[in-house]
């Protein structure tokens, strides 16, 4: 793409990533957890001290939407999409601890890794017979999904976040498009991007879940398949709540010496192409390969620690977690 940046026409390379997207905000109801990307990067955009923030630049509308962008046009998924997608990824996670697929002695292995401080405590432990079983799964899906940020894994000594745990069950185990559900819910306001090449592909997955109905018709995901179909030349960057790219994101507002009202003035003058190779540029130093929907890292592709669900009910479930958190393997 002109103008530099990490997003690239078909037939060229990203850069390798210098940093990993920050925690997604969720909808009214759904509290942030610790990030979804395969690390963690601390970098905020904030006013200068002593400095109040300016108003954003007018034009974005107040409502809650997911936008999928290139430079010469959009599609939207309007009304609050990002529920439905994490409904999609709870079904997804509430089914691999579905009763009558978890032993008992396995809901004492989960229960034995619960932290000292998780309201599951307060319940005895599960029956290693299985009796009462599905009472206790039933309480700890629902914990799981409540949005609290409470870890319920804790494994020598180390706290682990329930969000990526979340994700990364419902890309192990769903279908495609429950992996774009959530693809799109863990990044679509730190802005994942699909390349050129792979536009296509990607319509096609949205396509099944339109005819499987995991995606709800009338709502918008047909203009979204329409519109990645329309070329394949340009990346499309995803972005929640407002459009790509945007003044916070581009380092407008990052220079302590700058006055914040002509920083403003100076973005609202550059032409739509000036604001593309900008956000494109500021994307650069955000990760753009984590954040990249390809299909070579399609089902293989994991957020934060990199464990599922699976990975706690499986027989060396011991050494699947020492190799994700990098420790000697004590078994």
Known sequence: MSGGGPLRRRGTQPGRPTATPSPPHH?????????????????????APGRSRPAEPKGTPRVSFIRFQDPSGCAT??????LHLLG????????????????????TRLYGLLPGTSRLRQQPAPDPSGRGIGGWLT?????????????????RGRLLSTWPLLLNSAIARG??????????????????????????????IVEVGLLTEAYPPGVGWENVAAFLRQRDDHPVVVSYNREFPHFWDCGYAEDPDQDPDRA??????????????AGTRALSTR?????????????????????????????????????????????
Request: hydrophobic fraction near 35%; aromatic fraction near 6%; glycine fraction near 12%.
């Open 264 to 277: 403003v003035q100076a973005w609202r003058v550059l032409s739509p192409q000036q604001r593309w190779e």
């Open 175 to 204: 279908g495609d498009p429950v992996r774009l559900a959530a693809r799109l819910h863990g990044q679509c306001e730190i802005n994942c991007w699909v390349d050129g090449a792979h536009r296509s592909w990607l319509a096609g």
């Open 27 to 47: 909808p009214r109801g759904h509290r942030s957890q610790p990030h979804p990307g395969p690390g963690r990067d601390q970098r905020t955009t904030r006013a």
């Open 77 to 82: 998924l309007p009304g609050h999409p990002r």
């Open 287 to 331: 990760a753009a390969e984590v954040l990249e929907i390809s299909p070579a890292r399609w089902t293989s592709y994991r957020f934060g620690h990199g464990l599922c669900v699976g990975d706690l009910l499986a027989s060396d479930w011991e050494q699947r977690l020492d190799r994700a958190l990098g420790l000697q393997s004590a078994h």
């Open 88 to 107: 999609l990824v709870h079904e997804s996670v509430a089914d691999t601890l579905a009763r009558g697929r978890v032993p008992g002695h396995i809901g």
């Open 139 to 155: 309480d700890y899906t629902r914990e799981l999904h409540s949005g609290s940020g409470r870890p319920v894994l804790e494994y």
